[in-house]
């Protein structure tokens, strides 16, 4: 391979990763999302107040809404780690 496949291929490992971790990052704001969600849930459960109950099916709902996209992104990290595991690997001469 030339220099300029060697360069692009560092270019394209660098999209990747950053890809991965913006896809990460998204999965785990949507994680702590449902974490406060499922404490309200919780809390509105504990008092046993009828408008807290029914509240809660609309936040149960935006819980698993957020399981799905969750799902949705995961699945996107695996499609794109297999296309990253199986591209021409770079040589890792330069790799510190």
């Known amino acids: 391979m030339g ?5 692009s291929d560092g270019e394209y490992d660098v999209e990747a990763w950053e890809m ?3 896809d990460l990052k ?3 704001r949507m994680l702590d ?3 406060l ?8 459960h504990e008092s ?3 408008d807290n ?3 809660n099916v609309a936040l149960i709902q ?4 957020n399981i799905s996209k969750i799902r949705t992104v995961y699945s996107s990290i695996s499609v794109n780690l297999c296309h990253f595991v199986r591209r021409p690997s770079v040589k890792n001469e330069n790799v510190t």
Not at 3 to 7: E, K, P, R
Not at 37 to 44: A, F, H, K, R, S
């Open 37 to 44: 969600l499922i404490q309200q849930v919780n809390e509105n």
């Open 33 to 35: 999302k449902n974490r």
């Open 53 to 55: 109950l029914v509240t």
């Open 26 to 28: 998204e999965v785990q």
């Open 62 to 65: 935006e819980i698993n809404g």
């Open 3 to 7: 220099t300029d496949s060697d360069d």
């Open 48 to 50: 046993k107040i009828h």
């Open 20 to 22: 991965l971790n913006k």
